[in-house]
């Protein structure tokens, strides 16, 4: 059973990209809470606050992209309502 992601399992669950821009949004709002600290190691947190956003704007990407191929290819999910999965087992 997923926690997070909606599934049959849990039809008030997120798509995954809602889940990723939620999680985004969350680090953007830590980055600017730190922008002045110039300390060397807020500094190194910052940089990898960066990298962390560049990774999750790419799994963003990807996300959409297989939301986008499965709408096109079996229409919209149902499973939000207790409809069948469009790919895989259930």
């Known amino acids: ?11 008030g669950g997120r798509k995954l990209e809602e889940v990723l ?11 600017t809470k730190i922008t002045g600290d110039l300390r060397p190691e ?5 940089n990898n606050n960066m990298q962390v956003l560049h990774h999750l704007t ?11 191929t499965l709408d096109r290819a079996f229409g919209p999910s149902e499973a939000a309502t207790g409809g069948p999965p469009r790919i895989g087992v259930a």
Not at 21 to 31: G, H, K, P, S, T
Not at 42 to 46: G, N, P
């Open 58 to 68: 790419e799994a963003i990407k990807l996300s959409q992209d297989s939301t986008v």
């Open 42 to 46: 807020s500094q190194h947190v910052m």
């Open 21 to 31: 821009l939620a999680l985004r949004a969350e680090v953007i709002n830590r980055c």
């Open 1 to 11: 059973m997923t926690r997070f992601l909606v599934s049959d399992d849990n039809p």
